[in-house]
């Protein structure tokens, strides 16, 4: 999935710091043309050629084999240190993950994995972040990785000053702070432009006021990274949650994942903690939430890929009138319909990933994207239910973890309907 043009840049492995296997990362040749599409050989008249191959980028579905090496120590990491069990604890504890687990992931440079090698990150692409979002999304990983790195850190990078970078992300990629972003209000969900937090100009910095909803991971996070509106604008403000007038609420919610209604009741903050140029926010996260679109989607694509194992080994193993479960006409077209859901959002997951990655214009790419993928994971879960029977629905059973996945995913970052009107409208409607 990279580029054939120019230096890429891919993993090595040496020992860690704490026993595990520790990343850094290299520029490595172009692999072969024979793992990409359409091959540079191909006998079509340039006018049928793809665009992107016209402009010599074309997108190479194959992964390299230091992303392979990602994937399998991604994989072998959380089938060791996150059995279902520990999912299961975790949603229990007010914390709602493990400190211990969030220390080991940072040993192996997860935290900094695409963040510039000057803040201490590996300076890896989006599209080896979507690969190990695919595997969180299997091991149905609880905590704040997603609003720190795919958030959090985006922001900053996006809209912080130097100092403001310098400051922040060294410490993110050790595993040693915890960022958030506050987008939602009661009456504003979706919408980027406008909000009914505001910010007061006073002198020396900002006073803001009002209400956000479900903030990722807000109990435990050290800064708010807060959308509010200022002038004829909106403006980013990096919040410290220890400060005066600022409270926390976790919501209830259906699974593990931690949902915040933060409160500002004349909460100060200095121009310093200003992101980005005032009135400007809307840019801002506008190009964050469709990278946080796109990685969602990697990470339900993980989950998605689990439930279709899952079912499929059942069908196999499952003996009901003395024959398996999957000799049946019934269940071998529910697994067939599973198997084309998974395929279609393997394909369009991916190529959203990559164009993101790419820094291509990918709005429409992206909502196609999650729209299907928000549908189609869904549809898997539940035919997954229906093939497991009533065990699935018992609680000690896994697939319901990846039940309440698919949900959650399905409403963050805009859920179908909301992807669609922005189909409609980039196809001119």
Same mark, same amino acid.
């Given at each position: 999935?990279? /580029?054939?043009?120019?230096?890429?840049?891919?993993?090595?492995?040496?020992?860690?710091?704490?026993?595990?296997?520790?990343?850094?990362?290299?520029?490595?040749?172009?692999?072969? /043309? =024979?793992?990409?599409?359409?091959?540079? &050989?191909?006998?079509?008249? %340039?006018?049928?050629?793809?665009?992107?191959?016209?402009?010599? @980028?074309?997108?190479?579905?194959?992964?390299?084999? #230091?992303?392979?090496?990602?994937?399998?120590?991604?994989?072998?990491?959380?089938?060791?240190?996150?059995?279902?069990?520990?999912?299961?604890?975790?949603?229990?504890?007010?914390?709602?993950?493990?400190?211990?687990?969030?220390?080991?992931?940072?040993?192996?440079?997860?935290?900094?994995?695409?963040?510039?090698?000057?803040?201490?990150?590996?300076?890896?692409?989006?599209?080896?972040? $979507?690969?190990?979002?695919?595997?969180?999304?299997?091991?149905?990983?609880?905590?704040?990785?997603?609003?720190?790195?795919?958030?959090?850190?985006?922001?900053?990078?996006?809209?912080?000053?130097?100092?403001?970078? =310098?400051?922040?992300?060294?410490?993110?990629?050790?595993?040693?702070? +915890?960022?958030?972003?506050?987008?939602?209000?009661?009456?504003?969900?979706?919408?980027?432009? +406008?909000?009914? +937090?505001?910010?007061?100009?006073?002198?020396?910095?900002? !006073?803001?006021?009002?209400?956000?909803?479900?903030?990722?991971?807000?109990?435990?996070? &050290?800064?708010?990274?807060?959308? *509010?509106?200022?002038?004829?604008?909106?403006?980013?403000?990096?919040? &410290?949650?220890?400060?005066?007038?600022?409270?926390?609420?976790?919501? /209830?919610?259906?699974?593990? %994942?931690?949902?915040?209604?933060?409160?500002?009741?004349? @909460?100060?903050?200095?121009?310093?903690?200003?992101?980005?140029?005032?009135?400007?926010?809307? =840019?801002?996260?506008?190009? @964050?939430?469709?990278?946080?679109?796109?990685?969602?989607? $990697? =990470?339900?694509?993980?989950?998605? %890929? #689990?439930?279709? %194992?899952?079912?499929? *080994?059942?069908?196999?193993?499952?003996?009901?009138?003395?024959? $398996?479960?999957? $000799?049946?006409?019934? !269940?071998?077209?529910?697994?067939?319909?599973?198997?084309?859901?998974?395929?279609?959002?393997?394909?369009?997951?991916?190529?959203?990933?990559?164009? +993101?990655?790419?820094?291509m214009p990918c709005a429409r790419e992206v909502s196609l994207a999650k729209a299907w993928v928000n549908e189609a994971y869904h549809r898997m879960t539940l035919l997954g239910h229906e093939i497991h029977g009533a065990i699935a629905f018992q609680h000690d059973h896994d697939m319901h973890l990846y039940f309440k996945q698919a949900k959650l995913g399905e409403m963050a970052f805009g859920d179908?309907?909301?992807?669609?009107? !922005?189909? *409609?409208?980039?196809?001119?409607?």
């Amino acid at each position: 999935m990279r /580029p054939t043009s120019g230096p890429l840049c891919g993993p090595t492995y040496g020992a860690g710091t704490s026993g595990q296997q520790a990343i850094a990362w290299r520029v490595v040749p172009p692999r072969s /043309p =024979e793992t990409l599409w359409p091959p540079p &050989d191909w006998d079509c008249p %340039e006018n049928k050629l793809p665009p992107r191959r016209r402009e010599g @980028v074309w997108m190479d579905f194959s992964l390299s084999e #230091q992303q392979e090496m990602l994937r399998k120590i991604a994989r072998d990491f959380f089938t060791n240190e996150l059995p279902k069990s520990s999912v299961k604890e975790m949603a229990k504890d007010t914390r709602g993950y493990s400190l211990e687990l969030w220390h080991k992931m940072a040993d192996l440079g997860w935290m900094g994995l695409v963040l510039p090698e000057e803040y201490g990150g590996s300076g890896g692409s989006f599209v080896d972040l $979507a690969i190990l979002l695919e595997e969180m999304g299997r091991a149905c990983l609880p905590g704040p990785f997603f609003s720190t790195v795919v958030l959090g850190a985006s922001i900053v990078m996006e809209a912080g000053s130097e100092v403001q970078r =310098e400051r922040l992300l060294p410490k993110l990629a050790r595993g040693e702070l +915890v960022l958030t972003l506050a987008v939602a209000e009661p009456y504003v969900l979706s919408h980027t432009g +406008v909000f009914e +937090v505001r910010a007061r100009n006073v002198e020396g910095g900002y !006073i803001i006021d009002g209400t956000k909803l479900f903030v990722p991971d807000a109990h435990v996070a &050290d800064y708010i990274i807060c959308a *509010a509106k200022t002038g004829r604008g909106s403006t980013l403000f990096l919040v &410290d949650t220890k400060s005066h007038g600022l409270s926390c609420t976790v919501l /209830p919610a259906m699974s593990s %994942e931690r949902q915040c209604e933060v409160k500002f009741n004349q @909460v100060k903050v200095s121009k310093a903690d200003v992101l980005g140029k005032v009135n400007r926010g809307k =840019e801002y996260i506008d190009k @964050v939430l469709t990278r946080a679109a796109a990685a969602k989607c $990697a =990470e339900m694509l993980g989950g998605a %890929e #689990q439930v279709m %194992e899952m079912t499929v *080994a059942y069908a196999k193993e499952r003996v009901q009138f003395g024959r $398996a479960i999957g $000799a049946f006409q019934a !269940i071998q077209h529910h697994c067939a319909n599973m198997l084309n859901d998974l395929d279609a959002c393997r394909c369009v997951a991916r190529r959203a990933v990559w164009m +993101v990655s790419e820094g291509m214009p990918c709005a429409r790419e992206v909502s196609l994207a999650k729209a299907w993928v928000n549908e189609a994971y869904h549809r898997m879960t539940l035919l997954g239910h229906e093939i497991h029977g009533a065990i699935a629905f018992q609680h000690d059973h896994d697939m319901h973890l990846y039940f309440k996945q698919a949900k959650l995913g399905e409403m963050a970052f805009g859920d179908t309907a909301y992807h669609e009107e !922005i189909i *409609a409208r980039e196809m001119g409607l």
